[in-house]
DNA sequence: TTAAATAATGCAAACGTTTGTATTATTATA
DNA sequence: TATAATAATACAAACGTTTGCATTATTTAA
């Protein structure tokens, strides 16, 4: 067994063929510079020598990496993979591949990777801040060095020389809210997350709004803004929560998908029927809305579009004169209701 | 707005101080040999410059990248994702980063994915084979370039070279089925996957001496080899199944999370009382199994432990004299029945 | 006070590419 | 056949680090 570990290199071939490692280079670059017959012998020599290029170094050489840094809240949601999955999906069509790393809900994790993404791995980073981000400095930083930035879903503050891709989170969970109204509806209670994330304020304005329209009484008694991060503690506060409202709710919205499944279970367990006692709206549409009995009706999100269009972006920006100090796109992505028998 | 884009880099702190480049590297490094006050000076100097060491050239200087390839067949399964949940953990506590990428269920793509991974972007690589993957020549290959190389989940064929992490599935069935038969069921059907997929053979073997060992009559018509891949196309052939066969089973052994929860879905619009009618149990216990009405009993997997086992083998095998041509540890996972109500 | 020992720093090659410019080889033109 | 034009190739710097070895500065010992 002989250990022959060194790798082939363009100057192996090179020797091997006497000719200059800046022809072998253009010969496997297809580069028209170079005759036909040598870029013939060196294409078949890099073969049969197991020839592969050395990305580090061309990384070096040429400036680009082309890897995207994608930073995300968490892993174990599955939004922020579905979102990752279409960044993956466009990236890969360009020639990209994307790095994940989660900030595990902590600003000073987000801070930290993006710090390690300064050191000029990555070409270019998305972000989804944390619910802890109230400082852009961080993002701003980054930006100044250059660094293109696209930011989506939790963008508390507009941040000048990134594109910003959000949902219409306000608009979605207005006509969700309106939807129940207008089934006839006359106590619907609101279940929402921490209000340190903006998507979480949105929802609950559109919720407020609608009520409001509609002349519908605003009960702080139906409201609960769910404080956990965590599944299991979500279960928690959603039971007592449940079993503590003075007034009996005919309909709940909620603000995900799990806040919704939790909820139908804790009322299937305490009794109620879904939909004729309780109706319920869950948000997001990943997974097992449809799976569940009764099937959830969803705020649906163009998830993995959301994803695409973030790479998009981004990688546009690349394309972009550098110059431009103070690019800032925001772009929108409409949901869609779709109905099932919770409702 | 003075668009000052370059990096600082060494260069320019050795410049400003008067001092090498060297000295400059080996003061950032912390190195004793250079003077207390040479390194304060030059690391203030990094500091107000806004010096970012180059990773890219660290990495063609040093010849390690630190990181670490992964290769899943996709990401739309919550099992995977808790795996790189569990690699990454590991992987961030010793300093590396993971690049993850998707073979969607293709060898082909399996394939490129790997060949990309060769281009000395990665220190190791990490891989969940295909249900496609018949033959590990391109693995080989990889190891025999002297690529570390940790294989998970289904692994059809021992690689020498490789480590190896999997759960046992075979016994995780067995248990499971012979816990319906001692709980008085006399008609367990088997709802699995892909008999291609390593996994699926275990699982199904597990059932099998289960059935056996007690006698148990085994029915084909009970049996279910899901072919689909795609969440949509699975309900569909489970549904027909259940509507189709002519003994109606009062127990059934699901080979996954999602086999379980769309039987139980299923088998709830029929009309079925679980578990009085018919028990259910699932496999994997990641995620909704807890949350759906009737909760499911689940063989849970170790699964983000497993992440982590195989980050430990990679990085392991990065301080082993490269020269083990032949290093192969199976490392076998164990399961544990949760018991929910569908049971 | 000088040689020897040690501490501090600097030089330059190496990592494996890319690419602008210089050079050489080949073909076309007269 | 000499010369201009063009095609093919080679040279060498650059990308930003690390690191073995050489050199210079400083301290210690005699």
């Given at each position: 067994?002989?250990?022959?570990?060194?790798?082939?290199?363009?100057?192996?071939?090179?020797?091997?063929?006497?000719?200059?490692?800046?022809?072998?280079?253009?010969?496997?670059?297809?580069?028209?510079?170079?005759?036909?017959s040598t870029r013939e012998k060196v294409i078949n020599a890099a073969k049969t020598m197991g020839y592969m290029p050395n990305?580090?170094?061309?990384?070096?050489?040429?400036?680009?990496?082309?890897?995207?840094?994608?930073?995300?809240p968490r892993y174990d949601e599955p939004f922020f993979i579905e979102v990752c999955r279409g960044i993956d999906n466009y990236a890969r069509e360009h020639n990209y591949k994307i790095l994940i790393s989660s900030s595990r809900n902590s600003f000073e994790f987000e801070r930290e990777n993006l710090i390690s993404f300064e050191r000029g791995l990555v070409d270019g980073i998305i972000l989804s801040p944390t619910h802890e981000t109230e400082m852009?400095?961080?993002?701003?930083?980054?930006?100044?060095?250059?660094?293109?930035?696209?930011?989506?879903?939790?963008?508390?503050?507009?941040?000048?020389?990134?594109?910003?891709?959000?949902?219409?989170?306000?608009?979605?969970?207005?006509?969700?809210?309106?939807?129940?109204?207008?089934?006839?509806?006359k106590r619907i209670a609101f279940i929402g997350g921490i209000m340190e994330k903006k998507v979480f304020q949105n929802r609950y304005k559109g919720y407020i709004d609608?009520?409001?329209?509609?002349?519908?009484?605003?009960?702080?008694?139906?409201?609960?803004h769910c404080k956990s991060l965590d599944r299991e503690f979500e279960d928690v506060e959603i039971q007592s929560f449940l079993k503590g409202v003075s007034i009996i709710p005919d309909a709940i919205f909620t603000c995900t998908d799990n806040y919704g499944l939790l909820t139908m279970?804790?009322?299937?367990?305490?009794?109620?029927?879904?939909?004729?006692?309780?109706?319920?709206?869950?948000?997001?549409?990943?997974?097992?809305?449809?799976?569940?009995?009764?099937?959830?009706?969803?705020?649906?999100?163009p998830t993995y579009e959301m994803g695409q269009k973030v790479a998009e972006l981004l990688i546009?920006?690349?394309?972009?004169?550098?110059?431009?100090?103070?690019?800032?796109?925001?772009?929108k992505l409409k949901t869609q209701l779709v109905l099932r028998d919770s409702t």
């Open positions: 067994m002989t250990s022959k570990k060194r790798r082939v290199k363009l100057e192996d071939i090179a020797r091997k063929l006497n000719i200059s490692i800046a022809t072998v280079s253009r010969a496997l670059d297809e580069n028209p510079r170079v005759k036909l990305q580090i170094a061309k990384s070096l050489s040429s400036g680009k990496t082309n890897i995207i840094g994608v930073i995300i852009f400095a961080h993002i701003k930083n980054i930006i100044n060095k250059g660094i293109p930035v696209v930011l989506f879903d939790n963008i508390r503050e507009e941040v000048s020389g990134a594109d910003h891709v959000i949902i219409e989170d306000d608009k979605a969970s207005f006509e969700a809210v309106e939807f129940l109204i207008k089934k006839g509806k609608a009520m409001k329209k509609y002349n519908m009484p605003i009960h702080d008694d139906l409201i609960l279970k804790t009322l299937l367990k305490m009794g109620y029927n879904i939909p004729d006692d309780v109706a319920v709206i869950g948000f997001g549409d990943l997974g097992l809305g449809e799976v569940f009995v009764p099937s959830m009706t969803c705020i649906a999100q546009n920006q690349f394309n972009e004169p550098n110059d431009v100090s103070h690019r800032k796109k925001v772009v």
